[in-house]
């Protein structure tokens, strides 16, 4: 429900020796070539940085950004490394390997580089706010808020610190605490187009499909090609039996970002709904293994493998269902009732 963002170092050409002229100049012309999207150039420009000193930070940084936005994580995780190895405490470094561990699942080691980020600096309202997505993402949401509620402290005038607070209650299913600070966040941008998709969400669980379709419209209308909208409004069409309408929503959805785990879920609940079962299961799986943290999927796999008649998975799941609080016991024991 959420974007990660990234950094590209700039610098500007400065004075010194010649060898550290030639550094400066060769980033800055790769600077400019990467703002005009001519990649390949940009990258020749830094591999000469490196032959001139193979441990220039800055080029190793910049590298594995490129690496970080064409979604080559381990790619880009391996530059940063080089980029802190040549340079400790670079900060910009840190932060961005912070994304490409996000991006891994390698939740722990991101939460160990952001302490090192707040100890260094430890007012750093940005730190938070990633520690908070972090926590988000390993389901522990008391830690996300108190993350969340520090970065916004230090930054009170930032509309997605707001944001993901309001998501992080709508996780803990405290829906009047989320629309209230989605609504907050709204005053700060009403051009928030997240804003109006994490309304649409709250509208959904609490089946009001009508106004959840009016928010997930707002939200298109900001963003008519965001695939995580489209998808949830094909989730919102599969809800309301609009089955076809659902599936061109979220198949173009996958067709603009095939790494989003959400919309193999609803393809999965499409294959459930239209009797596909074994393609349900297959989808459904696949969301589980790219990410884990979805909303609902055991829930969807339990009845997946019900429906095939694999009783033994269908329980397993509905029970992590149940950790989830997305079911209750007595729909466990009503699944789960040997015979």
Not at 32 to 49: K, M, P, T
Not at 68 to 87: T, W
Not at 282 to 305: S, T, W
Request: with cysteine.
């Amino acid at each position: 429900m959420r974007k990660w963002i990234g950094f590209i170092a700039l610098a500007a050409v400065c004075c010194g020796g010649n060898k550290e002229t030639r550094l400066q100049r060769f980033l800055l012309q790769s600077n400019v070539l990467l703002e005009h999207n001519e990649v390949d150039q940009a990258v020749h420009y830094l591999r000469e940085a490196l032959k001139l000193d193979s441990c220039f930070a800055d080029a190793w940084n910049n590298l594995g950004t490129i690496s970080f936005n064409q979604k080559d994580y381990q790619e880009a995780l391996g530059h940063y490394n080089r980029a802190i190895e040549c340079r400790p405490g670079y900060q910009l470094a840190y932060f961005n390997r912070v994304n490409a561990e996000y991006e891994l699942k390698e939740y722990y080691s991101a939460l160990s580089d952001v302490e090192k980020i707040l100890k260094a600096k430890p007012d750093t309202s940005t730190a938070y706010f990633f520690q908070g997505l972090i926590y988000t993402r390993l389901r522990q949401f008391d830690n996300a808020l108190n993350s969340f509620r520090k970065a916004s402290s230090l930054d009170n005038v930032n509309a997605e610190i707001l944001v993901n607070l309001g998501t992080v209650h709508y996780y803990k299913r405290q829906f009047d605490s989320a629309r209230f600070y989605l609504k907050e966040g709204l005053k700060l941008n009403n051009q928030e187009s997240n804003v109006f998709n994490a309304m649409a969400m709250i509208e959904i669980e609490l089946k009001e499909y009508d106004s959840a379709k009016s928010w997930m419209a707002k939200a298109l209308t900001l963003s008519p090609d965001d695939p995580y909208y489209l998808n949830n409004r094909g989730y919102v069409s599969l809800l309301t039996d609009n089955i076809e309408a659902a599936k061109e929503d979220i198949d173009l959805s996958i067709s603009l970002d095939p790494y989003n785990a959400w919309a193999y879920r609803n393809k999965g609940l499409y294959y459930l709904m239209t009797g596909n079962n074994e393609d349900a299961v297959r989808l459904l799986k696949r969301c589980e293994e790219m990410d884990p943290f979805v909303e609902k999927v055991y829930y969807y796999l339990g009845q997946a493998y019900a429906k095939a008649g694999d009783k033994q998975r269908s329980c397993e799941n509905f029970r992590k269902s149940l950790e989830r609080n997305e079911i209750t016991s007595k729909e466990v024991e009503r699944y789960c009732a040997t015979k």
